[in-house]
């Protein structure tokens, strides 16, 4: 059962791509503001639940990234790269008919949102990243163990068998348990969309791969000429009880993007879905009127 929050139910949607099929979830009409919403690592559209129905005068799409809540997975032997991510981005937006659209993402979808905005500028509208900005930085000689790392780690995370629970309450209890700190509401929310019936009982649905590293990760130079290349403007909200906000790359980030506007709120990193989502969306509602478009 989906989780409902203000009594405002998203339409479900499909999106038939070349690569993998992606499930959304929509709020709003056609003719408001287009907003795609990317969401975090393992997490699902679910994270902009609470979110969304406070946002004014948007049409919001919100999608399950490939491997997670109910889209399909990568082909095997495949590892999940963001620039995969990004083209599906692009792909979504022009089944949708956007030729421009405002970005929205948390986390690993802030990452995402961030290189999207930087490889085709002149279609991105507005950046809003929520706790997340560029993906973890590496030098150039960490490329080939990099890559020999993601090669065995996707060989041994395809063999491995997700665990299974007795019940939907037994996963909420383990989602609890997870790296960031989240109200029973919050992982109930994620945890519903995010798992899936089995012989035994529920299991995660999203890919074992997802925990895989990546093949390549970027240097600051990379960052640098992705983020030279972004026309949008961009606002960043930093949660103050952040597990993230602690991480050493943050503050190296933010002097590779100085454009950035930062607004520094009370919450942990899924703040967008907790009781500070109305003081989120107060932020993100002012900067998304400010440069608004109709798809």
Known sequence: M???FESVMP?????????????????????????????????????????????KNVHLVALDLAGHGQSGHRPPGVAYNIWDDVAEVFAVADQ????????????????????AAGTFPERIVSLNLVDGLLPMLVKESDAPAQLAQSIMEVKDKSAKQLRVFSDIDTAVKARLGGHFKLSLKAATALSERGIKAVPEGFSWSSDSRLMAASAF????????????????????????????????????????????????MPGT???????????????????????????
Request: glycine share 6%; hydrophobic share 45%; proline share 4%.
């Open 96 to 115: 949708l008919g956007w030729e421009k659209f405002t970005l929205l993402g948390h986390s690993r979808g802030a990452i995402i949102s961030t290189v």
């Open 11 to 55: 339409k479900q949607r499909i999106f038939e791509l070349t690569s993998v099929t992606l499930a959304a979830q929509e709020w709003g009409e056609v003719g408001q503001t287009p907003v795609l919403a990317l969401h975090g690592w393992l997490d699902n559209s679910a994270s902009f639940s609470e979110l969304a129905p406070k946002l």
């Open 217 to 264: 990760k970027l240097t600051a130079g990379h960052a640098k000429a992705f983020v030279s290349k972004i026309t949008a403007p961009a606002l960043l909200v930093l949660a103050m009880d952040s597990d993230s906000k602690i991480h050493p790359y943050m503050g190296e980030v933010l002097k590779i993007y100085p454009d950035v506007v930062v607004e520094e």
């Open 2 to 4: 989906l989780p409902q």
């Open 269 to 295: 990193h899924h703040l967008h879905l907790e009781v500070e989502a109305k003081q989120v969306a107060e932020v993100l509602n002012r900067h998304i009127a400010l440069h608004q478009t109709v798809a």
